[in-house]
């Protein structure tokens, strides 16, 4: 399918308002943006910029379907989730291939992409019947104590352009059984997707009589992310990104005691013990460090492994990577689509420019290719692991090997960065697969043992830890972020008698 009926069939064809609330509000905008398929640099389509006048009329609408919705039952905002994961269903193919070529996922990813969305829209619909607080004990008599959770009113959600849509699902689908409306500002480089989206969304939403709960703002000027940090009438701000704006949005938020949710960078490694099961990691490393081109937050950038393996593990590595198909994301022999725009080519130029200068040995690739679509090679280095470049997040599909003796000195490594999302270890050896996950471990928020560092399931809660930000979304109990706790305490007896003990009696 061409892009332009692929467009018409999403509906995408039509102008749109570069922000949207309630399903069809059309507001002025300021001037546009373009998107363009990294593929080949095409320009999709132009894009209405959100104004800073526009923004105003998303949060007030917002604000007001917050009111509304805290209104309604759980269970019944669950429905509403339900019936927008059906048409996410029914339109499955098209999102997918929308996903591939507005940011270069190849076709199994961007199928994987939605398909995420769907899980988590199980998972929230499931949730939606089981909101609970604890019943404790109270020490008074005829009192009870319990702690019951409310929602927040308005929550803000920055995504990515990695994930276009499966990371505004984790956050809004969760935000929206618990009972708050969400604005969405995406990704500059994914708006397509980005609206497709909105739009199933806020028609589900006015279908069920309630218009204006899902908010958009399509802009590529950092003035309206500022703003969303800034605004007090944002109780909560979901912010996925670098770790550099990550902690600007962090200290913004704070500052109005606001809360904020981040999920930043990722300097992801696989640990590879002596007694690994090669037939394993080849194919794990393969998809962590190559899959989505290198770029997830949850991507393998570095591959620590014992010096008894690191040369065999090398050799079959480069192997693999010349075996890599790197072309149209479309075509289903492809493996390695672009990097996202000329900006992240640059990047990944610079990276490998830079890991050469320290003294850094490329086992495979190291190049970019020319003609129109922004492709490198994946990419295989010798590093050590102090080198500036190597703390970094490049997001591209570079890999720096380096060997280790004892598995102490393994896990120093893999904790010796800034960043703490993603690890994994490949071992048959039950003590050494216990240390990874020991507390004295890996001090990320994910740790795997004898499966890659990317592609986490939605069932556990996901995020990081250090200038990862400390968030956590998705699955287990990442619901409890969207909502405010309350203690209550009921006294239904005739006495009032004081916790501790305190006697506070006017003496007759
Ligand atoms: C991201 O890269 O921001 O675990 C999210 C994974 C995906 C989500 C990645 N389920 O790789």
């Given at each position: 399918?061409?892009?332009?009926?692929?467009?018409?069939?999403?509906?995408?064809?039509?102008?749109?308002?570069?922000?949207?609330?309630?399903d069809a509000?059309?507001?002025?905008?300021?001037?546009?943006?373009?998107?363009?398929?990294?593929?080949?640099?095409?320009?999709?389509?132009?894009?209405?910029?959100?104004?800073?006048?526009?923004?105003?009329?998303?949060?007030?609408?917002?604000?007001?379907?917050?009111?509304?919705?805290?209104?309604?039952?759980?269970?019944?905002?669950?429905?509403?989730?339900?019936?927008i994961?059906?048409r996410?269903?029914?339109?499955?193919?098209?999102?997918?291939?929308?996903?591939?070529?507005?940011?270069?996922?190849?076709?199994?990813?961007?199928?994987?992409?939605?398909?995420?969305?769907?899980?988590?829209?199980?998972?929230?619909?499931?949730?939606?019947?089981?909101?609970?607080?604890?019943?404790?004990?109270?020490?008074?008599?005829?009192?009870?104590?319990?702690?019951?959770?409310?929602?927040?009113?308005?929550?803000?959600?920055?995504?990515?352009?990695?994930?276009?849509?499966?990371?505004?699902?984790?956050?809004?689908?969760?935000?929206?059984?618990?009972?708050?409306?969400?604005?969405?500002?995406?990704?500059?480089?994914?708006?397509?997707?980005?609206?497709?989206?909105?739009r199933i969304a806020a028609a589900e939403a006015a279908a069920?009589?309630?218009?204006?709960?899902?908010?958009?703002?399509?802009?590529?000027?950092?003035?309206?992310?500022?703003?969303?940090?800034?605004?007090?009438?944002?109780?909560?701000?979901?912010?996925?990104?670098?770790?550099?704006?990550?902690?600007?949005?962090?200290?913004?938020?704070?500052?109005?005691?606001?809360?904020?949710?981040?999920?930043?960078?990722?300097?992801?490694?696989?640990?590879?013990?002596?007694?690994?099961?090669?037939?394993?990691?080849?194919?794990?490393?393969?998809?962590?460090?190559?899959?989505?081109?290198?770029?997830?937050?949850?991507?393998?950038?570095?591959?620590?492994?014992?010096?008894?393996?690191?040369?065999?593990?090398?050799?079959?590595?480069?192997?693999?990577?010349?075996?890599?198909?790197?072309?149209?994301?479309?075509?289903?022999?492809?493996?390695?689509?672009?990097?996202?725009?000329?900006?992240?080519?640059?990047?990944?130029?610079?990276?490998?420019?830079?890991?050469?200068?320290?003294?850094?040995?490329?086992?495979?690739?190291?190049?970019?290719?020319?003609?129109?679509?922004?492709?490198?090679?994946?990419?295989?280095?010798?590093?050590?692991?102090?080198?500036?470049?190597?703390?970094?997040?490049?997001?591209?599909?570079?890999?720096?090997?380096?060997?280790?003796?004892?598995?102490?000195?393994?896990?120093?490594?893999?904790?010796?960065?800034?960043?703490?999302?993603?690890?994994?270890?490949?071992?048959?050896?039950?003590?050494?697969?216990?240390?990874?996950?020991?507390?004295?471990?890996?001090?990320?928020?994910?740790?795997?043992?004898?499966?890659?560092?990317?592609?986490?399931?939605?069932?556990?809660?996901?995020?990081?830890?250090?200038?990862?930000?400390?968030?956590?979304?998705?699955?287990?109990?990442?619901?409890?972020?969207?909502?405010?706790?309350?203690?209550?305490?009921?006294?239904?007896?005739?006495?009032?008698?004081?916790?501790?003990?305190?006697?506070?009696?006017?003496?007759?």
């Amino acid at each position: 399918m061409d892009s332009r009926r692929l467009l018409a069939e999403l509906r995408l064809d039509r102008a749109n308002p570069g922000a949207a609330f309630g399903d069809a509000v059309e507001v002025p905008g300021a001037g546009h943006f373009s998107t363009e398929n990294p593929a080949d640099g095409a320009v999709l389509a132009e894009i209405g910029r959100a104004s800073v006048y526009d923004y105003d009329h998303v949060i007030a609408a917002a604000t007001a379907a917050a009111a509304r919705l805290r209104a309604v039952p759980a269970p019944v905002r669950g429905e509403l989730v339900r019936r927008i994961a059906m048409r996410l269903r029914e339109r499955k193919e098209l999102l997918a291939t929308l996903v591939s070529l507005e940011v270069g996922k190849i076709r199994s990813e961007g199928a994987g992409e939605i398909q995420e969305m769907m899980d988590i829209a199980d998972f929230a619909v499931g949730l939606a019947r089981q909101f609970g607080g604890r019943t404790l004990a109270s020490e008074r008599p005829s009192h009870r104590l319990y702690e019951q959770w409310h929602p927040l009113g308005v929550a803000g959600v920055i995504t990515a352009f990695n994930f276009p849509a499966a990371v505004w699902a984790w956050n809004a689908f969760i935000a929206v059984v618990c009972g708050n409306a969400v604005v969405w500002k995406p990704s500059p480089k994914a708006p397509l997707v980005a609206l497709a989206v909105h739009r199933i969304a806020a028609a589900e939403a006015a279908a069920a009589g309630l218009p204006g709960i899902f908010g958009l703002l399509l802009s590529d000027e950092p003035v309206l992310g500022q703003r969303m940090a800034a605004d007090a009438r944002i109780a909560l701000l979901s912010f996925t990104g670098s770790s550099a704006v990550g902690r600007t949005v962090a200290q913004t938020v704070a500052a109005r005691f606001g809360r904020s949710l981040l999920e930043c960078s990722g300097n992801n490694a696989v640990i590879v013990a002596p007694d690994a099961d090669l037939a394993l990691v080849t194919p794990a490393v393969l998809f962590g460090a190559v899959g989505t081109a290198g770029q997830r937050c949850t991507s393998t950038r570095r591959l620590i492994v014992h010096e008894s393996l690191f040369e065999p593990l090398l050799a079959r590595l480069g192997h693999a990577y010349a075996r890599v198909r790197i072309g149209d994301p479309l075509d289903p022999a492809t493996l390695l689509g672009p990097l996202i725009d000329a900006h992240a080519r640059d990047l990944y130029r610079s990276a490998v420019g830079q890991v050469c200068a320290s003294g850094g040995e490329i086992v495979f690739g190291g190049r970019h290719l020319d003609g129109p679509g922004y492709f490198v090679q994946p990419t295989l280095v010798r590093a050590r692991p102090e080198w500036p470049v190597v703390q970094r997040e490049t997001f591209a599909p570079i890999l720096y090997a380096m060997p280790y003796r004892e598995l102490d000195e393994a896990i120093t490594i893999n904790n010796a960065v800034e960043q703490g999302l993603s690890s994994s270890i490949f071992t048959r050896d039950i003590a050494s697969a216990e240390a990874f996950v020991a507390a004295a471990g890996s001090d990320c928020g994910i740790a795997n043992v004898n499966c890659g560092t990317s592609g986490a399931e939605i069932g556990a809660a996901f995020g990081g830890e250090k200038a990862t930000g400390g968030g956590r979304e998705a699955g287990s109990d990442a619901w409890k972020a969207y909502m405010r706790r309350q203690a209550v305490t009921i006294n239904w007896g005739r006495e009032l008698p004081l916790a501790q003990g305190v006697q506070f009696d006017i003496q007759p």
